[in-house]
């Protein structure tokens, strides 16, 4: 069990450029989820995978971002034309049907 | 919108001192879980309460979960230096097969000598 890999660790972007971070669950579990989180606050739902089927967005996420999970493992969140309100620590965590959550150490976004 | 509010939203405090906090919502959740982040790093969980009532304890750190569901309190006894970080409830949503967690407002604890 190697945990929740998250890729970048930090990315740094000037606003109106796109980018992707990509999230690698533990193994086994079937349901990834993303969350975003400001500096001192929790975590604040995205989105959420069973498989490769995206089963529910946030109403408060903007059409600029996109997940995807296509063969039901790893996922990938893109963020369209950034702005600097997009500025946060992106979370990724996984698990099994009715377990805990484990989450990854996130990749932290600086849009400029 | 269920929400989660914690008190403190900070706390500073000396080595071996005891602390509170709480976590309160309007709404009722199928469970309740508190994690602890750190710098850098995603939240880990400490304990889930399941029950109404329900006290469960690890070594220096209580945990309570209200009667009706809606509140939990974690307290924890002579703390150390290492217990410094972010502790966060999450309540949980099992509506639809879901489970959806909604994160509180977050507790930032400095334990000092």
């Known amino acids: 069990d190697t945990g929740v890999s998250q890729d970048p660790r930090h990315k740094i972007t000037k606003r109106g450029q796109n980018v992707t971070f990509r999230c690698d669950p533990i193994?086994?579990?079937?349901?990834l989820y993303w969350y975003r989180q400001t500096l001192g606050q929790g975590p604040e739902f995205l989105t959420y995978f069973q498989n490769e089927a995206q089963l529910e967005k946030s109403r408060l996420l903007s059409d600029r971002f996109s997940a995807e999970r296509p063969k039901g493992s790893f996922s990938t969140l893109e963020i369209q034309r950034t702005e600097q309100g997009d500025s946060a620590m992106y979370l990724c965590?996984?698990?099994?049907?009715?377990?805990?959550?484990?989450f990854g150490n996130g990749t932290r976004l600086t849009v400029t | 919108t269920q929400l989660l509010e914690q008190s403190p939203q900070f706390l500073s405090i000396q080595e071996g001192e005891n602390l509170t906090v709480y976590c309160n919502s309007s709404s009722v959740f199928s469970s309740l879980q508190w994690y602890r982040q750190e710098p850098g790093e995603g939240p880990v969980l400490l304990v889930t309460?399941?029950?109404?009532?329900e006290v469960k304890k690890l070594k220096r750190l209580t945990f309570q979960f209200g009667d009706a569901r809606k509140d939990s309190s974690l307290h924890i006894t002579a703390a150390q230096t290492g217990d410094t970080g972010l502790y966060l409830c999450?309540?949980?949503?099992?509506?639809?097969?879901?489970?959806?967690?909604?994160f509180g407002t977050g507790t930032q604890l400095k334990v000092e000598l």
């Open positions: 965590a996984s698990s099994l049907m009715g377990s805990p959550l484990h």
């Open positions: 193994s086994e579990h079937n349901r």
């Open positions: 309460v399941v029950t109404g009532g």
């Open positions: 999450a309540g949980g949503d099992f509506t639809g097969g879901g489970n959806k967690l909604t």
